[in-house]
């Protein structure tokens, strides 16, 4: 009864449920979607654990419990389930034993331990902060994890002792630190994270790295357990040489440290081939470029020489793994807006062997997802749709997945959605080829004509793909035919395509943007004076700077965006980032060319009704952005409006609620300037 009220309450007004048209996708739908997610495939290939990711509708929170499927199919049931959250499944080397994290009972995140074969669980860890990375080793008697280790705060003056009993107020915060706050985070705790190994039965966890540093990232236990590979910037200066990592070993008995490799770059992930003798691992050479393709390396133990594995790929790695043996490894990477799995013997070409990986985030349409692999080679994954969000696929060498799980059905199955169609077009700029997707609304009738959003993806280095998205469908379900697309800059056409920004982002993605709308009016069932735009972050640039620059669209949504390239370099959280990689040179050296690229530049052209839509702990692009825009908007009488999402960082929907709300206020701001 209590999904029913909220539903009418969300909807506005008394609406009998037999009045709503379920077979559409609805807003509160959201509550009831399902997310496959971290599939760890056991290593000796019969079962896979993942994370089973649920919204609770009585918290407003997304939650995560651990389920399990045979690798064939069938015996699908819950490992550990309920209204706390279970995350970063790992089997033990004889997959005997899952290790995982939980904050359940009211702690904070803890390591726990279960014995598959009695369900019998331990709390391993008592620890004062969370432990991340997880990695067993090889004999199963210890698992590795790496957690901040926090060092005392920073002070200037010594307050003065208060009397006895009185109320003063809390004491400043001295920092002296040039990364002291991140988004999602806020004010981070001073200190420094660290390598740890507790006893696999439970005992006093032992730091084994120390020093005035970040350790961790994938850690990489040697075969023979006598020492653990990571990633770290243990350079002087490593509080500015933000992209910057080496591989590192450090001896788990006496904590003596090894690097392994050097240059200006960042390394990580390593894996060790299954004889001990090879380090697989990602990184690239920095060369202060926005964007960077990530490569696949194999690191001879002996000698310390390196292979490069993809020097000729041109498309990024994200993961790399041992496929069953010492001679050939599968990479995981983006190509055209896809997320594959790739195997390829050292030094030879790529064969796809899987295309469907994705579905992980169920908001906007970004690629994303991962795999594992057992001891003989066979793989799990996260296998997404442009129709359904993740489900859990495996394979063997040689073949491509089995889909094992149907999480959404149940949801989806009744439902009409938008139909999600691939095209390409020529930008006006230069004759680039651009790529994109069309959703249209259900039951579309192309002999029609619909009102078009265009809706546009941050990064802004990242990808939209064909992955199911919430907000695109329930445009559609509004109503809309919905736009989508990798303008240039985009991530997963090479380094080349995605680099043409450099230094010049917002700039001729602009057109790409636009040549796409006129590719999609083309096809004669768009009103061109139901032209609507909104994007979010990166795409709440190019929202913002779209309607400095043409008054076609009949009113914008700009979500979360830059306004002020100084403002933006000098407060946000990338501070570190933006000056060498998106700008040559800092705000204060250059500033004509910060204000250039700004979208407050061009308010004064603006007359498109437009409304900002930013959370109020968004620390990536902080309120004040948006805020300057709203102000210079009512100064010059623009039909506009602010909407703050309390307490919400830059993930803005990352809660049930605030999904509902961002989608609806959308479409009620569109809606005010739609006609009937």
């Known amino acids: 009864m209590h999904r029913l009220i909220l539903l009418i309450i969300l909807l506005g007004g008394l609406v009998y449920a037999d009045e709503l048209n379920t077979n559409l996708l609805l807003n509160t ?58 995350s970063s499944p790992r089997w033990s080397p004889d997959s005997t034993r899952i290790a995982y994290i939980s904050s359940a009972e009211g702690r904070g995140p803890e390591l726990y331990v279960r014995w598959m074969n009695t369900g019998q669980t331990a709390m391993l860890s008592n620890l004062a902060t969370s432990p991340s990375g997880i990695t067993w080793s090889p004999d199963g008697n ?16 010594k307050a003065p002792a208060k009397p006895e009993g009185a109320n003063w107020a809390p004491p400043v915060a001295y920092i002296d630190s040039i990364y002291y706050r991140a988004d999602g985070r806020g004010y981070l705790e001073p200190g420094y994270n660290h390598i740890f190994v507790i006893p696999a039965e439970g005992g006093t966890p032992r730091q084994v790295t120390s020093g005035d540093f970040n350790h961790g990232g994938m850690l990489a ?14 350079n002087d200066d490593w509080e500015y040489r933000t992209r910057n990592s080496d591989l590192w070993s450090v001896n788990v008995a006496s904590g003596e440290l090894t690097q392994l490799t050097t240059r200006d770059g960042p390394d990580s992930l390593p894996t060790f081939s299954p004889d001990g003798s090879k380090i697989a691992y990602l990184g690239y050479d920095d060369r202060s470029m926005g964007f960077h393709t990530t490569n696949a390396y194999v690191l001879d133990v002996d000698d310390g020489s390196i292979q490069e594995l993809t020097a000729d790929f041109d498309r990024s790695v994200f993961s790399i793994r041992w496929a069953g043996s010492n001679n050939r ?24 062997i899987v ?48 889909k094992l799980t149907n999480l959404n059905d149940d949801l989806l199955a009744h439902k009409t959605l938008g139909e999600v169609e691939e095209l390409t077009w020529a930008s006006s700029e230069d004759g680039l080829e651009i790529h994109g997707w069309i959703v249209t609304p259900p039951d579309f009738d192309p002999s029609q004509t619909y009102p078009l959003v265009l809706e546009i993806h941050g990064g802004p280095f990242t990808a939209y793909g064909p992955s199911f998205s919430v907000e695109t469908q329930l445009y559609a379900a509004a109503g809309y035919v919905v736009l989508y ?54 795409g709440g640039v190019l929202s913002a700077w779209i309607i400095g620059n043409t008054d076609r669209f009949a ?14 370099s000098l407060y946000s959280d990338i501070h570190r980032t933006i000056p060498g990689y998106w700008f040559e040179k800092y705000a204060w050296e250059d500033p004509m060319e910060y204000w250039r690229r700004s979208p407050l530049s061009l308010v004064g052209n603006v007359n498109t009704p437009t409304m900002l839509l930013t959370g109020e702990a968004d620390h990536r692009t902080p309120m004040p952005e948006s805020e300057q825009y709203y102000q210079a908007l009512q100064l010059r009488k623009v039909d506009s409006a602010l909407v703050r999402v309390p307490e919400a960082s830059h993930g803005i929907a990352s809660r049930p609620s605030h999904q509902i709300a961002k989608v609806d206020n959308i479409l009620a701001w569109f809606g005010k300037y739609r006609k009937e």
């Open 221 to 234: 236990w040697s075969p023979d357990g006598d020492s653990i590979v990571f990633s770290a910037n243990r």
């Open 485 to 538: 697309t990798n303008p240039r800059g985009s991530t997963s056409y090479g380094e080349a395509f995605a680099n043409e920004i450099h230094y010049n982002y917002p700039g001729e993605d602009y057109d790409d943007l636009i040549s796409g709308v006129d590719a999609v009016i083309s096809r004669g069932y768009i009103d061109d004076e139901q032209l609507f735009v909104t994007g979010g972050s990166g």
């Open 29 to 86: 739908d959201v509550f009831e979607l399902e997310v496959a997610a971290d599939p760890q495939i056991s290593p000796d290939s019969s079962r896979i654990v993942y994370v089973r990711q649920f919204n609770d509708i009585m918290t407003d929170r997304a939650r995560t419990n651990l389920w399990i499927v045979g690798a064939q199919g069938g015996q699908h049931r819950p490992v550990i389930s309920g209204t706390d959250s279970y």
């Open 142 to 157: 210890w698992i590795a994890f790496s957690a901040l280790v926090k060092v005392e705060k920073a002070s200037l003056a």
């Open 329 to 352: 490894v599968y990479v995981l990477y983006d190509d055209r807006g896809k997320r594959h799995i790739g195997t390829m013997a050292l030094g030879g070409d790529i064969d796809v």
């Open 355 to 402: 295309d469907d990986v994705g579905g992980t985030g169920v908001s906007r349409p970004y690629t994303g997802g991962g795999f594992s692999v057992a001891d003989d080679g066979a793989y799990a994954y996260s296998a997404g749709t442009p129709y359904r969000p993740a489900d859990v696929s495996a394979g063997r060498p040689g073949r491509a997945g089995t």
């Open 555 to 568: 009113a914008a949504v700009v979500a979360k965006p830059v306004i002020n390239w100084i403002s933006e």
